[in-house]
């Protein structure tokens, strides 16, 4: 039984906890959050801690989920991995470069094991799409190109709402999720940032309230390109992937926040898959993060080095 302690029990933490419930072979045992109201949400089963040195103190704990604001993510960690815990943060695993890099250093000079929970990739309509691609029945080969948009209305009248500012801003929060889709459905794409436009709103306290770019991939047929725009300020809350096959008329639509997938030939429409199971999409995401965990674990081996990857075109992005 792999045995977990969670830190921060706010929004995200709270679709953990019911994934851990969902998943085999492993137990929520501890939660560690300084509002002792945020401690209600933990089952009666797991312990309760005020302080994340409290719960780093408890031996039956094998790994630690980081689920608290980003600013914290390089404390957070560096405590956690010294404690020789298997660590798994939260995406965007750290809120800039220079975090990210301190983290990486601190996790390669102890050689611990980090996991970045790259959620969206789990969606459960993304793996029926991985899993048509594996069998064929979608050809990867004749992608020509994908568009991404992930939309938070957390914009109004210029303001950014107050659960929303330890997201960072929406680039930060959602260009991460965008590309870990996109390299679960084209695994080895060697994909490469060619455009990036970033919007910010002086005093915002948000890194960019709207975040874009341009991108190529290598696919079977040559090279294909593609887009992601992340925004906050248009009032949708909606987030899609599209492929857009070769021949100009098909157009396979994953709409993650519905969690189903349809086809588009020319006029005609049809609905291909929708998840009929009755949870929340951040829940099917978390079952399917530590499900992958599990299977890290068993063969000792995290997803760090790809996870820091993708990070890296996040920050490139911002910095273009």
Known sequence: MIRVGIVGLGHVAAHQIEALEWGDNLQLVAGCDPDTNALLRL???????????????????????????????????????????????????????????????????????????????????????????????????????????????????????????????????????ALSVIDRLIPGSGLRLTDS?????AASGCTEVQGSIEYRFRSASGTGEGFIDTNWTIGRNSKVTSLH???????????????????????????LFRCDNGRQRLTNHYTGVFADLARQMRNDADNFEKSAALHDIVYAAEEW
């Open 245 to 271: 096959m070769q021949d100009n008329k098909t157009t396979i639509v994953i709409d993650h926040s519905a969690q189903r997938v349809i086809l588009q030939e020319g006029e005609s429409t049809r609905e």
């Open 197 to 201: 436009r970033m919007t910010r709103i």
């Open 43 to 177: 089952p009666e089963t797991a312990s309760p801690y005020e302080q994340l040195e409290q719960l780093l103190d408890d031996h039956n704990i094998d790994v630690v989920v980081v689920a608290s604001p980003n600013e914290l993510h390089v404390e957070h960690a560096k405590q956690i991995i010294a404690a020789g815990k298997w660590l798994v943060l939260e995406k965007p695993m750290a809120a800039s470069r220079k975090e990210a890099a301190e983290i990486t250093s601190f996790r390669n000079e102890l050689n611990a094991r980090c996991t970045i929970a790259l959620h969206a990739a789990f969606g459960i309509e993304v793996q029926w799409v991985c899993e048509q691609l594996n069998k064929g029945t979608i050809d990867c080969g004749s992608i020509a190109r994908i568009t991404s948009g992930f939309y938070d209305p957390y914009i109004i009248d210029g303001k950014v709402l107050d659960h929303a500012r330890s997201l960072s801003g929406s680039w930060l929060d959602s260009g991460i999720n």
